[in-house]
């Protein structure tokens, strides 16, 4: 959207505002005593609602308001910064208190006009609410508002950063707000409205000022470039606009800091050598070897970015918003999207979308955006850069794993089709093992128990071809049991399915391999449990706990379960438990325990505990007596 240009209309007076192209250092310019600079930021500050860069639709609401008579007696302007609330807020004072009006269209030259425009007028109150916060500032107010204005028709009070008002500040200025006299009318500024409560919201009529786009900052810009009789470079002043993000004064501020220098022709090398940036080829070049994975060129562009003069934080920021174009391009956001790369650059954003996919830009943004955030707290800026570009530089192609995962799973479900309709007779059918699957599935989510006291069942893998006891391949010979041959061995089978039937074999073949006390420990499990689809629970009777927390210890464990995966082909994860054992009972009746008895029971079986001898051990205690809760079992016991 084009933005108005400056007018000597805006600015009539030469006292007020100089003429354009009027040497700015030799004329009184706004506000300003002879001889006082003004920045650019106040003397090209908007004068008219039309003037309102960006804020079409709040200059379109005022000036209704203004035509149609209804006024209202509270407003809130919201927004970042320098978009433009405060100089709108002065204009409705203007509007408002015009000699000529009340007219949307003020004239610019009356007394009235020029004090408000100089912030000096009586009437118009311009309050920080930063340092104008507590509860005695908002009773002075109230008191001086029953006060009628001076000399013009309404007294207009302009509160600026109102939410950094105390609770109680607020509190005293509601009913004001909701009933004030009829010549007060109050214009709050705000860049958190969030912070404002919501009794002072309701009673305001808000309005909301968006971020300036970077082509009307860029064409302003230029407007005072050839104001101020500096030639400045079209790209220039795009960065400078692009550097603003939004905020009109800021980029006003960065232009005038270039007109400091006292040149006049502004360059693009100007710019970056100002904001500590990269140029526009050493960004490009950067960001091909990133996406060409070269991390040794990667790192010498960045030395020699460092060696012009480029602050590291701000390349990494280049980057991200480089990168942050790119990711636009590649999910098919139009041209116009792009918010840090110019039109030059749109071919090599898009064969960069191209090369490297969503799913690798993200990773990539992620890293940058971690990376200046550790910044704020590192002395080591540098060596956190190269990390990072590093990093980058060695993604590999993240949109090709969900392919993968599905190759694999696809890969998965082909081998063990065949391998289920070559089973014997004696085995599963294909369709069998899907059952069997979904009957496993509901297994070990009720975690049904193998009883280990039952015969030996060996259960053969899912596969054609079957290692025999004596090593020989194919099929089992005429003499040999099938249903109770051993399990084949993982490097000449298919990996064995976990199920009821096959977990007691597997579980008696590891802890035949393994020749240690660890077997001996392992031998007095009394159940098995299915927990997952890799994952076993091997329960212990509550008189063997120390042999429960003896396969527990990583170097045991480790050992069976190495012995597990060796035997089925696949790693299957061990969980150790303890059960209190039912009471023995005699021709259907509970054995009966005196409590003398039951007493040294629970002293015996406690003394076991290692929890309690770790206790015992680290506390130097001594057993005095032992105590049973009514109704509790042997483990609740203390």
């Not at 040149?263 to 080829?281: F, P």
């Not at 696949?570 to 007493?599: C, D, H, M, W």
């Amino acid at each position: 959207m084009s933005s108005p240009p400056v007018s000597p209309q805006s600015q009539p007076d030469s006292s007020l505002n100089p003429d354009i192209g009027a040497d700015a250092n030799s004329a009184t310019q706004q506000g300003a005593r002879p001889g006082e600079y003004v920045v650019v930021a106040r003397r090209y500050r908007p004068q008219a609602f039309a003037e309102l860069i960006g804020q079409e639709h709040v200059g379109r609401g005022l000036t209704g308001a203004i035509l149609s008579s209804r006024v209202g007696h509270a407003y809130l302007f919201t927004g970042a910064r320098g978009v433009g609330k405060t100089s709108a807020a002065r204009i409705l004072g203007k509007a408002l208190n015009c000699e000529r009006g009340p007219s949307p269209i003020p004239c610019n030259v009356c007394d009235s006009c020029l004090s408000i425009s100089a912030g000096s007028d009586v009437d118009v109150l311009e309050i920080d609410g930063a340092s104008n916060r507590g509860i005695d500032d908002i009773r002075q107010l109230r008191q001086n508002v029953n006060i009628r204005p001076s000399r013009s028709r309404f007294k207009v009070y302009i509160i600026d950063e109102v939410h950094m008002l105390s609770k109680d500040a607020f509190n005293a200025l509601l009913k004001t707000l909701e009933e004030p006299p009829e010549h007060v009318k109050f214009i709050f500024c705000t860049t958190e409205p969030e912070k404002i409560p919501i009794t002072i919201l309701s009673r305001c009529q808000r309005y909301d000022f968006a971020g300036i786009q970077s082509g009307s900052i860029a064409e302003r810009l230029k407007q005072i470039a050839d104001a101020e009789g500096v030639q400045a470079e079209p790209e220039a002043l795009a960065v400078l606009a692009r550097r603003a993000a939004g905020s009109m004064r800021d980029s006003q501020s960065l232009l005038e800091q270039l007109l400091a220098f006292g040149s006049r022709t502004i360059t693009v090398a100007d710019v970056h050598s100002m904001l500590g940036t990269a140029g526009v080829e050493r960004l490009a070049e950067l960001v091909r070897h990133l996406v060409d994975r070269d991390t040794a060129a990667a790192l010498q562009d960045l030395d020699k970015a460092l060696n012009e003069g480029v602050e590291i934080g701000q390349l990494l920021d280049q980057l991200l918003g480089y990168f942050r174009d790119v990711m636009a391009v590649a999910v098919g956001c139009p041209a116009e999207s792009l918010l840090h790369t110019s039109s030059g650059d749109q071919p090599e954003v898009k064969a960069a979308a191209e090369r490297l996919g969503l799913t690798t830009i993200l990773a990539m943004m992620q890293i940058l955006d971690q990376t200046i955030s550790r910044l704020r707290y590192s002395t080591h800026g540098r060596t956190l850069a190269e990390l990072a570009l590093a990093r980058i530089a060695n993604l590999e192609d993240l949109d090709n794993l969900s392919e993968l995962a599905a190759g694999l799973r696809s890969g998965a479900a082909a081998s063990a089709g065949p391998a289920s309709a070559g089973m014997s007779s004696a085995g599963t059918s294909s369709a069998g093992t899907s059952s069997a699957v979904r009957s496993t599935q509901s297994a070990m989510m009720a975690k049904k128990k193998v009883d280990l006291s039952e015969p030996d069942i060996s259960v053969q893998p899912a596969s054609s071809a079957r290692t025999s006891i004596d090593g020989s391949t194919g099929h089992p010979s005429n003499g040999v049991d099938q249903h109770n041959a051993p399990v084949a061995a993982a490097d000449d089978a298919t990996p064995i399915a976990l199920t009821l039937e096959s977990a007691k074999s597997l579980w008696q073949q590891a802890v035949s391999a393994v020749d240690d006390m660890t077997a001996d420990h392992a031998k007095l499990a009394h159940d098995l449990a299915i927990l997952g689809p890799s994952q076993l629970s091997v329960i212990f009777a509550a008189k063997y706990n120390f042999s429960k927390a003896a396969c527990e210890k990583p170097e045991r464990a480790s050992k069976l379960e190495a012995a597990l995966a060796e035997i089925a082909g696949r790693r299957i994860g061990l969980k150790f438990s303890v059960v209190a054992e039912a009471e023995p009972e005699a021709n259907g009746a509970r054995r009966t325990v005196s409590p003398r008895q039951r007493k040294v029971e629970l002293e015996k079986e406690l003394r076991t505990r290692p929890l309690v001898q770790r206790a015992m051990q680290l506390f130097g205690a001594q057993e005095i007596a032992v105590t049973e809760k009514p109704e509790c079992s042997k483990d609740s016991a203390t």
